[in-house]
C-alpha cells in the first residue's frame, strides 16, 4: 500500500520516473484515483510555497509540475472512461490567454468527460476569441475558463465583456476556476459559478444545466 506521503513526496522531489511509477501501480490496484490525484495537488501547492518562500526556483517547480502531469497523462484516460449517463451538453474549457498553467484545468475537462459532457478542451494559453468562436461552432452550454495567475484572471472579465458585446452572454454559462479565483471576484465579473476543484465544478456544471 503506497502512502500519502510517499505519493507526495514523489511530485515535491520531481521524480518523474517514480511519479509514472506510482500512478500505474495506482491504475492496476485499482485505487480511487480521485483520492490520489488530491494527494498529487496538495503536492503540487506545496511546491509552489517553496517557490514563493524562495527555497525553490524556477527549475525545481517546473520538475515537479512535470511529475505531475506525467502521472495525469496515466491517469486522463482512465477518468476520461466515463461513469455518467451521456448529456450531450458541449463545453468549451481552457487556460486563458497569456497562462500556460494547464494541470487544473486539464483535470476538470477529464472530469466533465467522465460525466458524459462533449468537451471542448482548447488547450493553455488561449486567445478569449477562440473561447467564443469554439462556443459559436458546437452551440456549447457552458464556457469553462481556468486562470492561475493574478494578471491572466482578467482575461475571463474581458471574455464575458466579449459575450455581452456580442449580445450573446445569455446563449452560455460562464465557469470561471484556478487558485486565485474566488466567489467574490466571479460575481463582480458577471460568471455564473465558480469551483474549488474538479469534483465541485462538474457538480456545479450540472447544476447550472438543469
Ligand atoms: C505547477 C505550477 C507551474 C507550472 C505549470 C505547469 C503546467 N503545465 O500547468 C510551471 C512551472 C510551468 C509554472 C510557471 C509559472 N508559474 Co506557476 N505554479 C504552479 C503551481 C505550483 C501549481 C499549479 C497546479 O498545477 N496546481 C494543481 C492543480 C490540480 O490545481 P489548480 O490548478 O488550482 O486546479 C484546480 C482548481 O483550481 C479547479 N480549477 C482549475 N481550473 C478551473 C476552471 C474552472 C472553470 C473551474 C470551475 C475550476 C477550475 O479545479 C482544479 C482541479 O481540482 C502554482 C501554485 C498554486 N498554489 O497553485 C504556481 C503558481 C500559480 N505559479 C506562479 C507563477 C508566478 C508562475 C510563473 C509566472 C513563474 C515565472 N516566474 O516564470 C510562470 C507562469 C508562466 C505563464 N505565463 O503562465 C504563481 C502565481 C502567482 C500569482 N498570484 O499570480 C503561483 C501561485 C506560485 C506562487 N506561489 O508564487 N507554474
New binding site residues.
Given amino acids: 500500500m503506497v502512502s500519502n506521503s510517499e505519493y507526495k513526496e514523489v511530485i515535491v522531489q520531481g521524480n518523474i520516473p517514480k511519479a509514472k511509477e506510482l500512478a500505474q501501480k495506482a491504475v492496476t490496484d485499482k485505487l480511487d484515483i480521485n483520492k490520489v ?1 488530491d494527494a ?2 496538495e503536492a ?2 506545496e ?3 517553496l ?2 518562500e524562495g527555497e525553490y526556483f ?1 527549475p525545481e ?2 520538475r ?3 511529475a ?2 506525467a502521472a495525469m497523462e496515466i491517469f486522463t484516460p482512465i477518468l476520461a472512461e466515463g461513469k455518467g449517463q451521456r448529456s450531450f451538453t458541449r463545453v468549451v ?1 481552457g ?1 486563458i490567454e ?8 486539464t ?2 475537462a477529464s472530469m466533465l468527460s467522465a460525466e458524459g459532457f462533449e468537451v471542448y478542451d482548447l488547450g ?2 488561449v486567445p478569449i476569441t477562440d473561447f467564443v468562436d469554439k462556443a459559436i461552432e458546437v452551440d456549447a452550454q457552458l464556457i ?9 484572471m482578467m482575461g475571463s472579465k474581458r471574455l464575458i465583456d466579449l459575450l455581452i458585446e456580442k449580445g450573446i452572454r445569455d446563449k452560455f454559462k460562464v ?7 474566488t466567489k467574490k471576484w466571479t460575481e463582480e465579473i458577471g460568471a455564473d ?9 462538474v457538480k ?2 450540472k447544476k447550472l444545466i438543469e
Avoid: Q, W, Y
Fill in positions: 490525484i498529487f495537488s503540487i501547492r511546491v509552489g510555497d517557490f514563493e524556477l517547480l517546473m515537479s509540475a512535470e505531475m502531469k474549457i487556460t497569456g497562462d500556460i498553467h494547464d494541470i487544473g484545468k483535470i476538470v493553455a494559453d469553462c475558463i481556468s486562470a492561475l495567475l493574478t494578471t491572466t465557469l470561471v476556476g484556478g487558485a486565485p479565483v459559478g465558480t469551483a474549488e476543484n474538479a469534483i465541485s465544478a456545479l456544471a
